[in-house]
């Protein structure tokens, strides 16, 4: 009995690991690996104004990119946007995150609803909400100017700033659920020894806390990052049709343009741009607390 119990066990028929991610892998490939070699494809084709496009095999998309200026500070400046967005989302958002993960509240389950709650509206809704405040008779002046701290409305909409808070907002819950999650893992003991021998609540932060909590700051970077380098809506809304990031670009290339091979390329170089440098962090800071 005890060998028919064994044959059955290793029978082929059975359910193993390998064959539940056959389903997942397929979907992944069919949904994501061949449209990006589409994509691919159409970015080396050349583009004949009244043709849409012409099959070819040239590099000439993605050599009009990287030599225009105009287009390398379109690049230069979503990077530099999604790096300040994604920093102060991990200097607000681990500070929150402790705190949720940490309280013994009865109204905890508040607390993360009202994290939640925001998910809840699209960004557009949202970045129209931003748009009210900002205006120059929006909450913001007119508060200001209320209470005397200005005279005339300044300028916030349309700025690089208000791009900056939108996408911030946007993305804060995602990060702070992100590191909410791996903080409670963490058990409390390990930071009362720290403070037992010492320690001051900086240094045991990081020295203690942030290493033990390095998966959840990695997973929160990349996955705000990776949000803030393709934001469309609080781009568009927010910084107006001067302030031009890439994924605005792709679309108005697409869609305004009708120039699907330089489209191709651009996308591509923001795909590869967002890969590249989410790699690069992510060892980078699993190097510093290695």
Do not use: H
């Amino acid at each position: 009995m005890a060998a028919v119990a064994e044959r059955s066990v290793g029978e082929p028929g059975n359910l193993t690991a390998a064959g539940l991610l056959v389903p997942a892998a397929l979907f992944v490939a069919v949904g994501l690996l061949v449209p990006i070699a589409i994509l691919f494809r159409y970015s080396l084709n050349a583009f004949v104004p009244g043709k849409l496009m012409v099959d070819a095999l040239t590099i000439e998309n993605y050599v009009k990119f990287f030599t225009d200026p105009f287009y390398l500070a379109v690049l230069w400046r979503t990077i530099r946007v999604s790096v300040v967005c994604t920093a102060i989302c991990l200097l607000f958002g681990f500070p929150l995150a402790y705190v949720v993960a940490r309280t013994q509240s009865r109204f905890k389950n508040l607390l993360i609803m009202s994290i939640v709650l925001p998910l809840f509206v699209g960004n557009a809704v949202r970045s129209a909400g931003w748009m009210v405040a900002f205006g120059s008779k929006g909450f913001v002046n007119a508060s200001l100017m209320g209470i005397g701290l200005i005279s005339t409305p300044i300028e916030i909409m349309y700025t690089e700033t208000a791009v900056v808070i939108g996408i911030i907002a946007v993305n804060l819950p995602f990060m702070v659920l992100t590191l909410q999650s791996v903080i409670e893992g963490i058990d409390r003991n390990v930071e009362e020894a720290a403070f037992s021998l010492g320690a001051p609540p900086m240094k045991m932060a990081a020295r203690v806390l942030f290493p033990l909590a390095m998966p959840g700051i990695v997973a929160g970077v990349i996955l705000t990052f990776i949000l803030a380098m393709n934001a469309y809506a609080t781009p568009v809304l927010l910084g107006g049709p001067k302030f031009q990031t890439m994924g605005p670009l792709v679309f108005s290339t697409f869609a305004g343009q009708n120039n699907w091979p330089f489209g191709g390329a651009v996308s591509f170089i923001l795909m590869i741009a967002t890969i590249i440098l989410t790699v690069a962090a992510s060892v980078a800071v699993q190097r510093r607390y290695r």
